[in-house]
């Protein structure tokens, strides 16, 4: 069963399995129930999760209950203990939403919680992160998740995400990383063959690798960049326990009141 999923897993984009789970999920989640791990997203538990991994294949990476990673959990950790995120109603824009949120948010913001992409089929909005159609100060929180990498001109939709947040509003703006990590970020344009982007970037259809300078990245934008290793304030019996990403930064950038 491992080496099954683990293929399955390497080989399909998680946007399509996220797309036709279905019963194969349900199939799954009653192959690996159990109480040795759980999900802090769908609270389910299991007697592990899923491997996953593109390039170098992760154990207990992937929730078989709702498909979260190991980041999705530490997002959704970080949002219930370091935010107001689920103690009132506010406007939200998630830029490709991941869907083992999308209801889960809905339900908590309502008609506030927007998802906006330019392909995601759970959108609600499609638009250009380059230039959105919202006005200026619509948004309290703005969720974009390794998305950045993707993006012709990251800045560029940094500023707009900065456009759109409400003065005070923040924005969690997660990238990868792949070592050996670089001191300055690396992207070159001259550079379009999948094979070589893999090799430079991590990823085939990445353009770009970040680096230390992430940060400074972010405050070109005009917001204000926080880098929070949450993860290391939590107990190792809870990072154990929901399987979190121990060298996962959690970066949060700040519009100015």
């Not at 984009?13 to 129930?33: D, E, H, N, T």
């Not at 159609?133 to 948004?139: A, E, I, K």
């Not at 430079?200 to 770009?208: A, E, K, L, T």
């Amino acid at each position: 069963m491992n080496s099954v999923v683990s293929f399955i897993t390497r080989k399909i984009p998680r946007k399509y399995l996220q797309q036709f789970s279905g019963i194969g999920q349900r199939m799954l989640m009653l192959a690996y129930r159990g109480s040795k791990v759980m999900c802090p997203v769908c609270e389910n538990k299991f007697r592990k999760f899923l491997p996953y991994g593109r390039l170098k294949v992760r154990e207990n990476a992937l929730c078989p209950g709702c498909l979260a990673l190991e980041r999705h959990r530490l997002i959704w950790i970080y949002l219930k203990e370091k935010t107001d995120f689920f103690t009132r109603a506010q406007d939200v824009l998630h830029i490709a939403p991941e869907s083992c949120f999308i209801d889960r948010f809905e339900k908590m913001h309502g008609t506030k919680y927007v998802t906006a992409d330019a392909e995601s089929p759970w959108a609600k909005v499609k638009l250009d992160v380059h230039s959105m159609s919202f006005p200026d100060n619509q948004f309290d929180v703005v969720l974009c998740n390794h998305v950045l990498e993707h993006v012709k001109d990251d800045i560029q939709a940094m500023r707009e995400i900065n456009r759109v947040l409400k003065p005070g509003g923040y924005a969690i703006l997660q990238v990868p990383f792949f070592n050996p990590i670089p001191e300055k970020t690396i992207e070159d344009d001259s550079i379009t063959d999948p094979v070589e982007r893999e090799q430079v970037y991590g990823q085939s259809d990445h353009v770009r690798k970040y680096g230390h300078d992430y940060c400074n990245r972010i405050e070109q934008s005009g917001l204000t960049a926080i880098a929070d290793s949450f993860v290391k304030e939590l107990m190792p019996e809870t990072i154990d326990r929901f399987k979190l990403p121990l060298n996962e930064i959690i970066y949060k950038a700040v519009k100015a009141s």
